[in-house]
């Protein structure tokens, strides 16, 4: 066991999260910039996909998730402790990953890796409560507030991007529109279009929008209202979209025009729901506000360590003056 113990250690966790860290951003900027090399050296255009990055970024976000995990453990359990919880917890997410409780293999396999992180980083937070003063109380929970942003945002990540639902369907005034999967009904109210911006060419505008104006239904109940406009532009000879978004607290919806026909009052919406992206949003507030709260902490401490060493630097000072004139 002292191999080991020479092996995982604090410095050795620390430098792997790093590479594994590094590994995953070098992936995310490849295929950020693979269409813009296409795009120069060939001239046809490209996209990545969201399944692009899911596939390339799995295993390397799953590895960080478990480094994070064995660092916050190792601290308090030692090595061999913090091997077998995180051995465990690597064991159960292969048992999910052959159940499928969830249906979803990333979700299956992200579960009690993340679920364990977010234990370990409670545990430590809790553990950072026992500290003697109360500003190092706060400095010890601020830093595990920002790994508890770090989790909440691979959650939102994860969950968001393989348990979303899309969906388009034709709708007219008179049929709603109904998508596969998702508990939304869409029901066009009126359609109407105008000449928007300056006069252009022979056109009384530069751009002509169409506003399409409806109501959403969420299983069989009113929900909201909204807009959204299907716009072509003469000047620079392009046709683009607005969207409708609503961001609820487990989900939130977009409503986009795919195409539209002005004469038979027909338009394609496009309907996608997203859940639990706002676990995003709150692992970005935490990290935040995890910072500012250990920045302050840091300046609290920097400030207040030199009142405390004046009065006894002054009383040195005065003691070596009296010691001078005994002596003489």
Not at 141 to 159: D, R, T
Not at 187 to 203: A, C, L, N, R
Not at 304 to 326: D, I, M, T
Request: proline letters at 4%; aromatic letters at 10%.
């Amino acid at each position: 066991m002292k191999e080991s113990k020479d092996i995982i250690n604090s410095s050795n966790i620390m430098l792997a999260s790093v590479l594994t860290m590094l590994l995953l951003a070098a992936l995310i900027t490849l295929g950020m910039l693979t269409p813009l090399v296409v795009k120069l050296t060939t001239g046809n255009e490209i996209s990545m996909g969201a399944e692009y990055f899911n596939d390339r970024s799995a295993i390397p976000t799953a590895a960080l998730v478990v480094l994070l995990t064995t660092g916050l453990l190792y601290g308090y359990f030692g090595a061999k402790k913090a091997l077998l919880v995180t051995g465990l917890t690597v064991l159960l997410s292969l048992v999910f990953a052959f159940i499928s409780p969830f249906g979803n293999l990333p979700l299956d396999v992200t579960v009690p890796l993340t679920g364990m992180a977010v234990v370990a980083t409670f545990y430590k937070m809790y553990m950072a409560m026992e500290r003697g003063s109360w500003i190092l109380k706060l400095k010890g929970i601020s830093a595990h507030v920002i790994h508890l942003g770090i989790l909440f945002i691979l959650i939102g990540i994860v969950a968001s991007s393989n348990m979303q639902v899309e969906g388009s369907d034709i709708v007219t005034m008179d049929y709603p529109g109904h998508f596969e999967g998702q508990n939304y009904i869409v029901s066009v109210t009126d359609m109407h279009s105008v000449f928007e911006g300056s006069p252009y060419k022979q056109y009384p505008g530069s751009s002509y929008a169409t506003h399409v104006t409806f109501d959403v239904y969420k299983k069989g109940a009113y929900f909201d209202s909204g807009q959204v406009k299907y716009i072509t532009d003469f000047k620079w000879g392009q046709t683009f979209t607005t969207t409708y978004v609503d961001r609820g607290v487990f989900e939130e919806l977009f409503i986009a025009p795919k195409a539209l026909n002005e004469s038979s009052g027909e338009v394609s919406l496009y309907v996608r729901t997203v859940p639990f992206i706002t676990f995003i949003w709150g692992g970005l507030f935490l990290m935040v506000a995890g910072i500012i709260s250990l920045v302050l902490v840091d300046r609290s401490i920097e400030n207040s360590s030199p009142k405390a060493e004046r009065p006894l630097n002054g009383k040195q000072n005065n003691g070596s003056k009296v010691r001078k004139g005994a002596k003489k």
